[in-house]
C-alpha cells in the first residue's frame, strides 16, 4: 500500500513541498511519524539533489528498503517544470506499480495539479480534495482481506490451500472425462489421458496460483509446493501399483519404495517448473499493478521516535569534492 506521497520542488532552496498525502488507514506508529516529519522529506530530496546531481535519480526509479516499508524516489515532469516524487510503500510493493498507480491518479486529475503546481499559494480546498480522491483511488488497487492480500506467511498459506481447493477440481475434471466415455478414455488412448491430466493439473492452475498471490515470490513457493504435495500423494495412493511395475526390473525391498518416493519428488520439482513458470508471469502482471492490503507494520510499531532536539540539528551534507576525495 502506499502510506506516504511528498511532490517536492528542488529549484527553490530547501526544497518546497508542492502536495502531500498520507493514507488515512496507515497503521498508528507509521501515521505519526510521517505526520511529524513530512516536512523533512523535502529537505531530504534536497540534499541529495544539491550534493550529487539531478542525474542520481536519472529516468530509473530507485529505491530505500527498510524494515516494514521503503522509499522509492520519482520524478515527474509537470509542463516545463520537473518535481521529484518520494513514496513510502509496504516493503513488499513493486515500485513500478507505485508509480504507475499515482501516474495514472494525477493524469485523472491532472488540472487540480496543475492549480497546485503552477501557483505560489496552494489552494487549500483542492489539496484535501485530491487527498480525499487520493485515498478513494487506491481502493480498488489492493484487497481489502489482508489473508489475500498482506503478502505475509498468512497469505502465502491461504494461497496454498485455495491453489489445492483449485487443483483438486482439476483433478476431479480429469476423473469425469476419463470416466464418461465407455470404453474409458484411459484404456482407448491413454497418451491423450496423460496431456489431458497434464493441462488440467501443471499448467491450468499456474494462472490462478498467480492471481491469489499477485507477488513472483510467492507464486514461485506456492506452485512448488501444489505439485509436489500432488505428486507425493499419487505417489503414496498408487504405492503398491508402482511397487509391482518397479519389481520388473528391481528387487522388492525397503530401497525400492525409496527410489519410488525420490523419483516422485523429482518427477513434482520438474512438473512444479512449469507450473511455476506460468504462475510467476500471471503474479507479475498483477505485482506491477496492484499494492499490498494494509497490514500492521511490526517492526515501525516497535521502533522509537527520534527525539525532536535531534531531528532540529543542522545535518551537514558532503560536498562533491569531499566525497571525491574519500
Known sequence: MIYFINIIDVTAGGG?????FIHPETPEALRKRLYKYRDLMSGFAYSIITAFGEEILGAKLRELKLSDVQMIFSTLRHKDYLYYVIFVAD???????????FLKFYRKYYDDFDKILTSEIIPT???EKLRAAMAQFLVPYSRQNP???????KHLFVSYLASMLITGIMALIAWIANRIPQPHLMDVNPLLFAALVFL???????IPIGILTQYRKFAVVVAYLNSLTIVMITTILWQELLI?????????GAELRILILVGALLAGLMLGTILMFIAYITAWFFETRKLTSI??????ARAKSVPDEEIEREIEVPSTEEISTE
Open 16 to 20: 518546497t513541498p508542492k502536495w502531500y
Open 200 to 206: 488440467l493439473i501443471f499448467v491450468i492452475p499456474g
Open 295 to 300: 497490514r500492521p507494520l511490526e517492526t515501525i
Open 125 to 127: 480546498d483542492i489539496t
Open 91 to 101: 516493503i513488499k510493493d513493486n515500485p513500478s506499480a507505485v508509480n504507475r498507480i
Open 147 to 153: 489473508a489475500f492480500g498482506a503478502r505475509d506467511r
Open 244 to 252: 509391482s511395475y518397479a519389481e520388473f526390473i528391481i528387487s522388492a
